[in-house]
């Protein structure tokens, strides 16, 4: 089965700064899916990547899927307060009908 | 368009008990999905549903766990008797098609059900 595993577990930032998460599977990746959560609430759909090299932007959040399609990282252009949150990467598999399955998430914390 | 409804948001309820979750997905929206999201890890899912059949429900255990979606629209998660470790949100989100497309499946999420077993 494929594991997903993020990176950091989490993060605390200043307002203002950039700031990476890495999201790295054991197996090939195919649809890429990111993902937040705000504490005790759903999560909202992102961004979703498929192919190797593709980068994908919104507003000041980018993400990428490397070359080889095992490692996604999602980049965050001078935080802000709004973007506190737990980011979770999900991965469909390829050929598992639409479910997904996530890695752990990463904590973000961003002070003003 | 109206998002995914579920409930209740909270509940609260001693072990060997029971419990129901309830959950109304999107509208057209032909499959539909719950997770367990236990404090401090990703969702983990439990069941899914294409119309009103099962999908995958190999990591839903059997013996405590039930679910159903009659009709093909509002699905119910039934936990009986509750243990400790079930205590989590419960999670549960529609896409569009589980036809298999790779990356074409953005899954919809409700906002949960939070589960706390005494």
């Known amino acids: 089965s494929q594991e997903l595993e993020q990176s950091p577990q989490s993060l605390i930032v200043q307002e203002g700064k950039n700031l990476t998460i890495n999201c790295t599977s054991s197996?090939?990746?195919?649809?890429l899916y990111w993902y937040k959560q705000k504490y005790g609430e759903g999560l909202i759909f992102l961004m979703m990547?498929?192919?190797?090299?593709e980068e994908k932007s919104h507003e000041k959040i980018t993400a990428k899927l490397d070359e080889k399609k095992q490692q996604s990282s999602l980049h965050i252009t001078a935080s802000q307060p709004s973007h506190a949150g737990i980011y979770l990467c999900?991965?469909?598999?390829?050929?598992?009908?639409?479910?997904?399955?996530f890695g752990q998430g990463t904590i973000l914390t961003v002070h003003p | 368009e109206a998002g995914v409804a579920q409930s209740p948001r909270y509940k609260i309820i001693e072990k060997r008990q029971s419990v129901a979750f309830w959950c109304n997905p999107i509208?057209?929206?032909?499959?539909l999905y719950w997770y367990q999201q236990i404090l401090g890890q990703g969702p983990k899912l439990l069941i899914q549903?294409?119309?009103?059949?099962?999908?995958?429900d190999s990591q839903l255990p059997k013996d405590r766990f039930s679910a159903e979606r009659l009709k093909g629209v509002d699905s119910t998660l039934k936990i009986q008797p509750a243990k400790l470790e079930d205590s989590a949100v419960y999670l549960c989100?529609?896409?569009?098609?589980?036809?298999?497309?790779?990356?074409?499946?953005?899954?919809?999420f409700g906002a949960g059900s939070r589960l706390t077993v005494l």
């Open positions: 989100a529609s896409s569009f098609t589980g036809s298999g497309i790779s990356g074409a499946n953005v899954l919809t």
């Open positions: 509208s057209g929206h032909a499959t």
């Open positions: 197996k090939t990746l195919y649809g």
């Open positions: 999900g991965a469909d598999g390829g050929t598992s009908y639409g479910k997904l399955t």
């Open positions: 549903f294409q119309n009103n059949g099962v999908v995958d």
């Open positions: 990547l498929q192919k190797g090299g």
